[in-house]
């Protein structure tokens, strides 16, 4: 089977994009994306974007994420900012672009440069349940207390169409081995009944946060749009950072910029970059274990 794909990048976050826009989702997404992510072994990527038909008939499409473990990912803030590029790009050249997800529901993006988009990511919420994780209470889950790893944590727990695990450090984010052995254990943590994503974030200023990332499904990468937004709101939530203001946060693979509003939305800018596109010849794919 010959695939055409288009490899993006939005803060090193990539990610590759199929247009399936007149085929709809194809029916090996998950096992496709587990193939096409293999590092090294394949095209390699954080996982695989298909753009479908919207859900809704002013749509200009539907975005299914898929990380490199084939489980699906409710929302993506790098990368719904690299699919509106991508729809920019091929054929939908509107400076403001109507994206649909399954889960997360509609996000509004707004052209603000050449390749600079800024996306509605909705609102955000500390409530037990929207996290998966009752059992730590109802919330707001601010500082709590949690045992991973063999150390003890302080999390605050904030979903933004995903769930993410926030904890603050006075010093460097973790890195490497360090990553991925915190970030694994908080990931799987009993607390957390479908996972999570974890994000390491140290504060440098009133208005500037730098972060590590452990994403659920995908591992240690470069950039989490959707983690940007959790660390800036629960920095708002605990008192460390002011509500309506630009703030900055910086990961490995580049710097994303986050305006919590007095609403609890939250509007997420930065870049969207084509990598490169390209054909790759495949053989049938079956489903990983434990995807359907």
Known sequence: MELNFTKMQGAGNDYLYLDCRRTGLPPDAAALAVQLSRRHYSVGADGVIYLCPPLLADGDATMRMFNADGSEGAMCGNGVRCAAEFLYTHGVRRDCLRIDTPRAGRRILR?????LWQ???GRFTAAGDAVGAQVLGRGPL???????GGRSWRVSC???????CVIFTRETPPA?????RYGRA???HPAFTGGINVEFVQQLSP???TASVWERGSGATLACGTGACAAAAAAVLTGRCPRGAPILVQMPGGTLEVQVCRDDTVLLTGDAVTVFCGTVQLEPCKAPPGVV
């Open 111 to 115: 052209r603000v440069g050449a390749g």
């Open 119 to 121: 996306a509605e990511m």
């Open 142 to 148: 601010l500082e709590q207390p949690l045992c991973a």
């Open 158 to 164: 904030v979903a933004v169409g995903n769930p993410h």
């Open 176 to 180: 490497g081995e360090a990553l991925a």
């Open 186 to 188: 908080l990931e799987h």
């Open 207 to 209: 208005l500037a946060l």
